[in-house]
Each structure stands twice: as C-alpha cells, then as structure tokens.
C-alpha cells in the first residue's frame, strides 16, 4: 500500500510538472504570437499592448470590450494579454510587450506594488505605460504617463451635489438613509466619503441610518425595510452605493405604502441597465454612472500624448449623472 | 424535556426583541397596511422564514450525526432555475403556468441535489462534511451557468407572492414554514421515523442490526434538507423577483448549522429539537434586523452578532450553567420538581 502510494504520488508530481509546463508554454504563446508587422508602424498608426487583470465580473468584460474595440477603431494595432488574475502572468506579458518594441503599453495592475523593476524596463526602453481603472502605490510616478479610472469619491459628490440641487428651497431637516456597499470595499468608502463630504457643508441634510447591504438586492431590501419600520415616514432620501440595492430598496418601500420616487428621492450608482428601467417606471430619482466603457476617452489620451501634450497624473472617467427624465430615451442604448 | 431545551432559546429571543424597545418603542407594534400585516415582527417572521425552513431541514440532518454544506448553494440553484423558467414561459403564456413549471423545476432540481449528496454519504460512505462540500463549491457555479453570471430580473406577478404576497394579512412564506414545520414534526413525532433519525445518529451499526435501514433513513434527510433548501431559494429568489447565482444563499449553510446548535441539537447526532431550531432561526434573524433598525455601524456588525452567539452557546451549555449561574438559579428551580429532573436527564445525555 505504502509503496503504491509513494509511486502514485511520483506519477502525480510528475503530471503536475507536465501540466505547469504546459500552461506556461502557451502563456508565452499567447503573449508573442500577435506580432509581426509591428515595424511598418507610421508616425500615427501606434502598436499598442494591452495587459488586462482578467475577466473576473461583467464590468470586467464590459471593460476590456470597450478598450480593445476602441484602439483597433481608431486604426491602431493590439496586442492583449489577459494576466488571469496573476501578478507573473502580468510581468511577463509587459516584457514581451518590451521585446516586441510596442510603441504604449496600457496596464491594469493586478495588485499595487511589486511592478517597479518591470515599469523600469518600460521607461529605459522608452515606451510610456497607461495605467487604467487600478492604481499601483509606487513612489516614483515618473514611471508611468497617466492613471485612468473611474473616481468613486467623485460619485459621491456627485450624487450629494444633484440631491442638494434638487432640493433646494426645502425648508427643515432632509433625513437620508444611506446603503453602504460591501464593509472595506474601495467603492463603499469612497462613496460615501464624497458623500459625506458635500453633506457637511449642508447641516440641514443628515444621515440618520447608515448600513452595509452588500451590493445586493436582497440585503439591500431587508435594510431598508428596517430603516422603514424604524424611521418610515421621516425618511426623505435613500442613497445606495449601488444600483442593486437601490431596486432591492425600491420594493420595500413599494411593500411598506410609500411611492419610491415621490415620497422617498432614490439615488443609485453605477448606472446598470435595471437603474434605467426603474427610473422609467418613475421609481428612481437618478444614478451615478460608474462607466467600465472608458476605451475611447483612453485612446485619445495616448494620442494625446504621442502629440507632445503633458497629462495629468489622475485623470477621471467621464462620467455622467441620469435621471429620471433622460432613462426612457436612453433605456434601449444600455449595453450593460 | 422539550420545555427544558426551549427555556434558554427562547428568553434569549424575548431579550433580544425586548432590547429593541428601548431603541424603537414601536417595535413590538403591528399594524393593518394595504390590507396586510406589517411590523418589525412580521419583518422578523417574514424575512426570517427561509432560514427557518433551511434549519429544519438540516436539524434532521444533524440529527444522523451528518451535514449539509450544500443548502446555501441548493438556495441558488432553485433561485435561479426558476427564475430563468419563469423568464422563458412568460413570453408564450401569461396564466398561472409558468409559475407551476418554475415551482416544479426549483424542487426538481433542489432533490437531484439532495438525492446526490444522500447517495454520496448513505451509499458511497463519503464523510458528510466532504460529500456536501462538493455541492456548496460546485452548486454556484451550477446557478451560475444557469443564470449566465448575471442577475435575472423577473417581471411576472404570480412569481413574486410566493416570497412577497399576503394570505389573509399574513406573508405568504409564513405558511410555508407552517406547513413544512407541520410535515417534519407530525413525520418525526408521529411515526417511528423520529427514532429511526435517532437512533441512525447514535449509532448506525447497531440501528443496522437492529433491522432500520440506515442508509436509506440517510438518503432521506438529505432529500429532505435539499427540498427545504429549495423552497426557501423559491422564497428569496421571489421576495426580490430576481435570481442572484452569485449571492443568493451566500454563507446560510452557516447561519442554519448555527441556528440548529443555539436550538440545542448536538452537531454529534441523536437527539434533535425541531422547535428549538426554528427559535434558532428566530434569534438570528431578530439580531440582523435588530442591528438594522438601532443603527450599529457595518463594521462592527459581525463582532455583534459573534458576542450574542458566544452568549448564546455557553448559556446553552449545562456545564457552563452548573459553574457560573447554578448557586443563583437554584432557588427558583427547585420550586419545580420536573425541572430538577431535566436537569438530571441533560447531564445523563
């Protein structure tokens, strides 16, 4: 038995490195094989190579569609890696890129740090490196043109600064419930922190209950139904980090008597395509756009930038506010 | 005996709910709206209720000395099946059918599901923990695949009151836990069954001999867990008339196991409490909606409800309660002389 079980974990090991091998080979493959013409560049047909995280949501793929149309649109040559959430598989594709002497490398980080000696590489062979939706935390920011990402902290404000429009010339206390994204989340801080930003400048808006729902509809609704059974009628806003839970919300509020909407403002964010449908039905006041659609707005940058223009460090998103009115019109142009 | 078992539970419950009166007076009020009942107790009951049946079934399962990881996944699965059945019959036909189809499909898959994992552990001889552990892992990604990754809207009335519609002013879902409750305990109190469960959990050799057909009582209470695990995935995917494979369910194989153990069935098999389970759930629930509706910040909502846990479990130990509140619960126990005994009884066992 013993002896068996020791050959059969050689065998194992064995198949381990087979398959190992095997994966790295076509890795490498799938890094180089896109090449060839890149020497025929002209001075505006641009190479450029593109290392994505991965394919880990809907946004994700929404994102890299969005990315890779728009530079082959605009005439330029791609070469994709997909790093498969892995750190090495990143570093090595930005080596390739390196070797292939692409002209612009664009770059979602899969974790902040531990890219400094790859980026080196990047600067001392001249190719200038566009970070895009992730950041890294280096000290030397020489070593990349640009951050392009959407700003989370910016949907707050946003959010905060269309409800302070809207309600204007109300005269006593707004009382807003907020529902908080996932506890430690990027997006469920910044949120709110813009949020909370604009609101102290107003002393007559206040937070009275703040939650986690999760992201999720379910949650999203068992919260609010709480907040109704705690604070109901004095309840003017809800704001939700998401547009999940701002539908899951809305059903409460249909269930406990109110009429999201009228009694109660509903502000979501993200601006999925179930926003524009509740928003149509008059259910929902208005959504943050938290856009994964940026290809285009990226690819002017590095045109931009190949015309001898400086940029920014941090550029935002374009991103826009919808409300109520626009969501008829615009509900059937939603990809997502 | 039973009365012993439920004593801690349940003041713990009434607790729970009596602190919500000093945040909200109008906690414990329930008022007539739109014709149904509504109130922070009928939230508890109605939200609660999937849980509940979740519980019941996996006390039954518990009880044979096993364990199914795999309700949180089931909840999924018959979310999203059917969800996407409703989606795809609603476009031919806007009468009752699809919602009977999409019933039927949900419970359909939900047994396949606990026929698997009673065959793996009655037939195979695979160890609960890792036969069930297949399904959490794999289940997902079967909800997944059913609902393509994304989350399912359901615009389709009918489909919606099974989690969400009233019957006589009560929430809908509230029957079902009735009616389900009503199966288990009339199966298990009823009928030799109950000692058939009991006897597997103790000991499923001597069972054997003794002429029960263990591996098909254990084949049974899986079924049953998965059939429980499908009705209240039916409940959460209607209360939002959506289907989440993602989310949907996400961790309830820990909240049920622990809504069992606060009900006082030992995770070593043998005697099991099918009200004390249901109470489980109860408490659970009334401490989410509790931290809800007083407003404690996110962060600190687990270590809360981890705190409440802690109390719970070592109130529900004997030994914790003969060393620390024995010399001052004495006095009122000993006016009972049935009591006393219990005791005696829980300490034998």
Redesign the interface.
């Known amino acids: 038995m013993v002896i068996q079980l020791k050959r059969f974990r050689v065998v194992f090991l064995m198949l381990l490195i087979i398959v190992l091998a095997a994966c790295s080979s076509t890795n490498t493959e799938g890094n180089t094989n896109s090449g060839g013409e890149g020497g025929e560049a002209s001075s505006d047909k641009l190479v450029i190579g593109f290392s994505q995280v991965g394919a880990e949501s809907?946004w994700r793929t929404a994102n890299t569609k969005s990315i890779k149309s728009a530079i082959t649109d605009a005439g330029h040559e791609l070469k994709f890696s997909d790093a498969q959430q892995k750190q090495e598989n990143q570093i090595k594709a930005i080596r390739s890129f390196i070797a292939q002497k692409v002209d612009a490398i664009v770059f979602s980080p899969v974790v902040e740090t531990g890219f400094e000696t790859v980026l080196k590489e990047a600067k001392d062979a001249g190719i200038p490196v566009f970070l895009v939706d992730r950041a890294v935390d280096f000290e030397d920011d020489t070593l990349w043109v640009t951050f392009l990402g959407s700003d989370f902290v910016e949907e707050g404000i946003k959010a905060a600064n269309w409800l302070v429009e809207e309600m204007e010339g109300v005269d006593g206390d707004i009382n807003i419930v907020e529902l908080?994204g996932t506890?430690?989340s990027a997006p469920a801080i910044d949120r709110k922190e813009g949020f909370e930003q604009v609101m102290a400048e107003h002393p007559n808006f206040r937070i009275i209950?703040?939650?986690?729902g999760?992201f999720?509809?379910?949650k999203g609704?068992?919260?609010m139904?709480?907040?109704l059974?705690?604070d109901g009628e004095n309840i003017d806003v809800l704001y939700a980090h998401n547009d999940?839970m701002a539908?899951?919300a809305i059903?409460a509020i249909e269930?406990?008597?109110l009429k999201p909407g009228e009694d109660i403002t509903v502000i979501g964010v993200d601006a999925v395509k179930?926003a524009f449908?509740a928003m149509a039905a008059g259910k929902m006041n208005v959504t943050v756009e938290c856009n994964p659609l940026f290809g285009p707005q990226l690819v002017e940058l590095i045109e931009a930038h190949f015309a001898g223009e400086t940029l920014d460090k941090r550029i935002s998103v374009e991103e826009g506010i919808y409300t109520m009115d626009q969501a008829k019109e615009l509900l059937p142009t939603r990809k997502y | 005996m039973l009365k012993s078992r439920l004593f801690w539970p349940v003041i713990i419950l009434l607790i729970i709910l009596a602190i919500n009166l000093f945040f909200d007076p109008g906690f414990f009020k329930i008022e007539v709206k739109n014709g149904h009942l509504t109130g922070s107790l009928v939230d508890i009951v109605n939200r609660g209720a999937p849980l509940m049946l979740i519980s019941i079934g996996m006390t039954l399962v518990i009880a044979t000395k096993g364990i199914d990881l795999g309700v949180g996944s089931v909840i999924a699965m018959s979310g999203s099946i059917a969800a996407m059945t409703v989606v795809q019959g609603m476009a031919s036909d806007t009468s009752l059918t699809p919602l009977f189809m999409a019933i039927a499909a949900a419970l359909g898959l939900s047994l396949a599901a606990g026929l698997w994992n009673g065959l793996l552990v009655s037939r195979i001889g695979i160890q609960p923990i890792v036969a069930t552990l297949i399904l959490m892992v794999a289940g997902r990604g079967i909800a997944q695949l059913i609902t393509d990754g994304q989350i399912t809207t359901i615009y389709y009335e009918p489909y919606s009151f099974i989690g969400g519609g009233y019957l006589f002013a009560i929430p809908f879902s509230v029957y079902l836990v009735a009616a389900v409750l009503g199966i288990a305990l009339y199966m298990t109190k009823k009928t030799a069954l109950g000692l058939f469960i009991q006897s597997v959990g103790a000991n499923p050799e001597a069972s054997r001999l003794a002429g029960i057909n263990s591996k098909n009582i254990i084949l049974l209470v899986y079924l049953f867990s998965g059939f429980c695990a499908g009705v209240g995935g039916l409940i959460l995917s209607s209360n939002v008339s959506s289907a989440d494979g993602n989310n949907a369910g996400l961790w309830f194989e820990l909240d049920a196991i622990l809504a069992v153990v606060i009900g006082g069935t030992s995770l070593m098999g043998g005697r099991f409490f099918l009200m004390g389970s249901v109470i489980g759930a109860l408490i659970i629930q009334s401490l989410t909606t509790t931290i809800y509706s007083i407003g404690i910040p996110p962060e600190t909502n687990l270590i809360v409800k981890a705190v409440v846990v802690i109390i719970v479990c070592l109130l529900q130990s004997p030994e914790f309660r003969q060393k620390v509140l024995r010399p001052r619960m004495k006095k009122p126990h000993k006016k009972e002389p049935e009591n006393s005994l219990n005791e005696q009884g829980v300490k034998i066992s």
């Open positions: 809907e908080q506890v430690g209950k703040s939650q986690s999760d999720t509809r379910a609704k068992e919260v139904e709480a907040f059974k705690s999940d539908i899951g059903q269930e406990y008597g179930g449908e």
